[in-house]
T-cell receptor, first 116, second 111 residues
């Protein structure tokens, strides 16, 4: 099956610093990637849709200047949390949609961000 | 987006079948019904999807009501590794459409 990786799997940073999370589709090309975050005991919340070569589309309430998304190639999307604060601590998950007729989505293993 | 209703939680014993229901009465006529599951501290995992006919794969079966307003995910023999949150999600069959997650059903499996 299709594999999506995320790096790092876990990161701890100090308040005010920026953190970059990478999402890679390892064995397929992904025109579209999605970023979600998940707070403890809650469901996944869609943050943004990332299309290769174009600007990301952010969901209502998600600050585009705080959560910078870059989708520079068909296999890599990055999410940068700028000026992180403790309330940004969360589980960040990306997914990639297979190009073509199948619209199954494949999820990365997630990145646990803790801001101290 | 079509609204879905799932039980908050269900329990099962190992080796027994599990039927996970989902109501999606406002589903669009062209939306597929997708099921994903999320094990603790992991990203979600695709389980199965269908449009009108019942579907089977190595993980599960999907039974879709004739009026498409509900569906049931069937795990034929639950194992401890099937303990997860199961999400039923209507999804338009077009590129670039995001999965919108509801609260899902937390399945517990006892040995």
């Amino acid at each position: 099956g299709a594999v999506v990786s995320q790096h790092p799997s876990r990161v701890i940073c100090k308040s005010g610093t920026s953190v970059k999370i990478e999402c890679r589709s390892l064995d397929f090309q992904a025109t579209t990637m999605f970023w979600y975050r998940q707070f403890p005991k809650q469901s996944l919340m869609l943050m943004a849709t990332s299309n290769e070569g174009s600007k990301a589309t952010y969901e209502q309430g998600v600050e585009k200047d705080k959560f910078l998304i870059n989708h520079a190639s068909l296999t890599l999307s990055t999410l940068t949390v700028t000026s992180a604060h403790p309330e940004d601590s969360s589980f960040y998950i990306c997914s990639a949609s297979l190009q073509g007729l199948s619209y199954e989505q494949y999820f990365g293993p997630g990145t646990r961000l803790t801001v101290t | 987006d079509a609204k879905t209703t799932q039980p908050n939680s269900m329990e099962s014993n190992e080796e027994e079948p599990v039927h996970l229901p989902c109501n999606h009465s406002t589903i669009s006529g062209t939306d597929y019904i997708h099921w994903y599951r999320q094990l603790p501290s992991q990203g979600p995992e695709y389980v199965i999807h269908g449009l009108t006919s019942n579907v089977n794969n190595r993980m599960a079966s999907l039974a879709i009501a004739e009026d498409r307003k509900s569906s049931t995910l069937i795990l034929h023999r639950a194992t401890l590794r099937d303990a997860a949150v199961y999400y039923c999600i209507p999804l338009a069959n077009q590129a670039g459409t995001a999965l919108i997650f509801g609260k899902g059903t937390t399945l517990s499996v006892s040995s």
